[in-house]
């Protein structure tokens, strides 16, 4: 399976941005994908996740500013930014797997990760 993430960039405080996930390779039609980012010097941290069901699950800091959707006849991913914060600065991880028993927001639910793209927020 590859990940590959686009669309990071550069963006003043409350402005917007869209990120993109295409994921291929699968051989199994129940996997799920989901957006993780890492600020310098903290833990990776789940921003949202879509499972194979349907069953969608956001972090509580991003609830009612960030929307993830999928479009699957591209077989992509989407992370919707809305009133972006300052605190929001990370690099921005697409990660994916194949699992019956569809994943949460925890990074040890995927096996298979994109490069990263660096989202910065300025006030």
């Known amino acids: 399976v590859q990940v590959v993430e686009s669309g990071g960039g550069s963006v003043q405080a409350g402005g917007s941005l869209r990120l993109s996930c295409v994921a291929s390779?699968?051989?199994?039609?129940?996997?799920?994908m989901g957006w993780f980012r890492q600020a310098p010097g903290k833990e990776r941290e789940g921003v949202a996740t879509f499972n194979w069901d349907g069953r969608t699950t956001s972090a509580d800091s991003v609830k009612g500013r960030f929307t993830a959707s999928k479009d699957n006849s591209k077989n992509t991913l989407y992370l919707f930014m809305n009133n972006l914060k300052p605190e929001d600065t990370a690099v921005y991880y697409c990660?994916?797997?194949?699992?019956?028993w569809g994943c949460g927001l925890g990074a040890n639910d995927y096996n298979h990760w994109g490069q990263g793209t660096q989202v910065t927020v300025s006030s």
């Open positions: 390779g699968f051989t199994d039609w129940r996997y799920c």
């Open positions: 990660a994916a797997a194949e699992t019956r």
